[in-house]
């Protein structure tokens, strides 16, 4: 293990000029969705790759239909160094409302707030400020030792903000150069100030949209209550049978694939429930509505839920119109962990809705995204090194947390190139991305380029 | 007993006149939504006054806030003679889409249709036609005799098409002149072209709009499901339990007030049975859904019935949105029969759905209507005096009909009035009112007028 505290100590002498650098990249007006700023994409990517090159990357702008990608490649210090893939996105979200920022979002400062030095200015946190803390970790890494401590691929997007719509094919084509052992994804948050968070997995997702057909038309309720059936009844107990009174999902073979989280992991989140109540407080509510006896950080990150997210049938107006109606439809998805397979799933629910259907009635489906859960073992020996690493850096141990919701680029890498991710971010939740007098906390930056020399050191 | 035979001679000798008569009342463009019109409704007032008089009654035009009304009172043959109030209306429904139209809707004429006369135009079946037969039955009775066998009174209405919103007041304001030992509604139809039908009941109606409230805002899935309450899942859940698995209504107290229906008229609605199939086929459907082990013309006519008439909440446009949504909301409405208490059910309703919201979710109810049942006891002499009558002038015996919505001038009859209502017409399923190329079968018209006679000889 070469020492990594010179490298920290150039990470920190280096800060000034690490910001002067962020600051350029910031200045860059790289809103992917808005075509009026193509140029300032590519800028951006070509200013990237003159970074990269200035510090030994192989670096290139390579074309898309869309804005150009950024792909660097570095040797690692010896032959059997680790590869890892580092992924982050240079574009940005546009600025509107323009007139609600205190200063001009493409001119960054650093300000005083609450006591603490922030970097102001549009993707100081998404998620330029974040991939530049990796890029100034591996120059304090090439500044002191010349090299690398592993093996590193970067692939930096510029249309993240806009759907992504040139990643699958980019991945597929050049699926070879850019397989590593693991990927390496700075998009995401801190647990809190002290408390530095890895991801280790996000929920899947199954969606399905039910539509009820009953009568062929509507019926007026005075001439037919009673007699003809009635889809908003129907659909209700259909819905109605999707959970039982624990709140578990009824369907047949649902938990099939469900690992149960290990005790010392349960532990940890029970440590962080402290903020529980807050979660669901800032919503206007107090009562965690899943499955009774799980925390309700357990609840979000490793259990699978049913959701109803849409329903619609008969008179919805204003007044009241005694009507029975032809047709009622919901839309149902499921957040799914562990090995959930989606299209059983799909076919479970559906069979589960055709058997309350009557005979005089019919159903249809209109199914919605198929994803399985994605999630990196918590016994994983990458895990355990960037545990320690971070836990090494911050006032408190790094925990590992799930995200009920999913990262597209994080199922792609898994499905279309075999390769699991390891999500570190230095985000907070005061970070205001996407909304105006975006920030990054200095301290973020700092310690998130020491955090990434420390984490390099600790993958070789 | 008069001899009734002379009278039903003389209305048969009447019929071309009694032609004539209805022709030119359906020429007076009385459509009393449309203020283009509003001469025209005083035009058929005035004439209806002038046909009235002209019979012996003390008629008048009575002005109101919109339409006028007609009154008009004969006395009846000896001062023990029953007193009834006959009520029809004069106005008609628009005739939009006039190109449908084969014939001048205002231009009566006689024509065949598969093997029948019919009389077309608008208002031949709704109202004008019908109230005539009622008319023309007193003229014979008057040409015959010189008198009527009951004391009459006569409220013809202009604004039946528009809501109606004269009557009340107009009710309120001269109830000591309108009130009678009973009304005669003559604003229904036979149950088929051989079988008169006196309708005896019309169900009550309670409706509520139910919003369930749960976070402050439109929470995502991703990050919510699972944990924060869901008020689509909630209100699923209130209706699902509103019906058990037979059908029936589980709030507490719902059926108090609702009796068996008598085995004979059961008997009697079992032998109309027939149709049954057709009902439901008629629109799609085959398999009754509401309380098991009772006929379909029971459910519709003699049970109350909890109906769902529209639900929405959270995302229903097209695509997806895994959003849990901050509210949910349904039109509920319960159809009432015998002696069950709108606002005691109205209560028992808003009681069970609190029982079923969590601590942390709340609920608003906005009311909508609520009247109770109304009903002629199937034992009433009244009735039975109309089913015999009706029985000897028809194929078929007559037979006694419920209707599951409500027709509002019997309840107002009711409630403002203290006056039950005998509701006989001989309108025809297919005599398309509201509709292109409305109709009147002649054997309704001719025979709508013997029946009236025959029922007020049997009622003195």
Redesign the interface.
């Known amino acids: 293990m070469t020492d990594v505290n010179p490298v920290l100590d150039r990470a920190d002498a280096n800060l000034d000029a690490s910001l002067t650098r962020l600051f350029d990249l910031i200045r860059i007006k790289s809103i992917s969705t808005d075509p009026a700023y193509k140029a300032e994409c590519r800028k951006a990517a070509e200013w990237l790759v003159g970074e990269l090159s200035a510090i030994g990357f192989t670096a290139s702008v390579r074309d898309t239909p869309g804005h150009p990608m950024v792909v660097a490649h570095h040797a690692g210090a010896s032959a059997d160094a680790p590869h890892v893939l580092f992924y982050g996105h240079y574009d940005v979200q546009p600025v509107d409302p323009i007139e609600l920022w205190e200063s001009d979002p493409f001119e960054p400062s650093l300000k005083d707030e609450e006591g603490r030095k922030v970097i102001t200015g549009r993707g100081t946190s998404d998620d330029k400020g974040q991939l530049l803390t990796f890029v100034e970790a591996c120059r304090a890494y090439k500044d002191v030792h010349g090299a690398l401590p592993c093996r590193v691929t970067i692939l930096f997007e510029g249309e993240e903000e806009s759907g992504s719509p040139s990643l699958k094919p980019f991945l597929e084509a050049n699926a070879e150069e850019l397989k590593a052992d693991y990927a390496l994804v700075c998009d995401t948050g801190m647990w809190d100030r002290e408390t530095p968070a890895i991801s280790a997995s996000l929920?899947g997702?199954v969606?399905e949209?039910v539509v009820v057909l009953?009568?062929?038309?509507d019926?007026?309720?005075?001439?037919?209550?009673?007699?003809?059936?009635?889809p908003?009844?129907i659909?209700?107990?259909i819905?109605?049978?999707v959970?039982d009174e624990t709140g578990r999902v009824t369907l047949p073979g649902f938990y099939d694939g469900v690992a149960e989280t290990p005790d010392d992991v349960k532990a940890t989140w029970q440590k962080l429930a402290g903020n529980d109540t807050d979660?669901?407080g800032d919503?206007?509510?107090?009562?965690?509505?899943?499955?009774r006896g799980r925390s309700?950080l357990e609840?979000?990150w490793a259990?699978?839920?049913a959701?109803?997210?849409?329903?619609?049938?008969?008179?919805?107006g204003e007044?009241?119109?005694?009507?029975?109606?032809a047709k009622?439809?919901?839309?149902v998805?499921f957040?799914l962990v562990g090995q959930q397979d989606p299209e059983a799933i799909r076919e479970a629910f559906r069979a589960y809705v055709r058997s309350k259907i009557?005979?005089?009635?019919s159903v249809e489906f209109h199914p919605?995204?198929g994803s399985p859960a994605i999630h990196l073992p918590y016994d994983s020996a990458v895990l355990a090194k960037a545990k320690t690493a971070l836990s090494k850096e911050w006032p408190k141990p790094a925990v590992i947390i799930g995200?009920?919701?999913?990262i597209p680029i994080v199922g792609d890498f898994q499905t279309m190139l075999g390769m699991d991710s390891l999500l570190v971010g230095f985000a907070q939740n005061d970070d205001r991305i996407h909304s105006p007098n975006e920030k990054y906390d200095l301290t973020s930056y700092h310690k998130g380029i020491r955090s990434w020399v420390r984490i390099l050191d600790g993958l070789k």
């Open positions: 929920r997702l969606g949209e009953a009568a062929k038309r019926l007026h309720s005075g001439m037919y209550g009673g007699v003809a059936a009635n908003i009844r659909l209700a107990n819905l109605a049978g959970h979660f669901l919503v206007g509510l107090s009562l965690p509505s899943g499955e309700i609840l979000i259990r699978p839920t959701e109803f997210n849409g329903i619609t049938g008969g008179y919805t007044g009241f119109k005694t009507v029975i109606a009622a439809s919901a839309k998805s957040r009557p005979a005089d009635c919605h995204g995200m009920g919701g999913s």
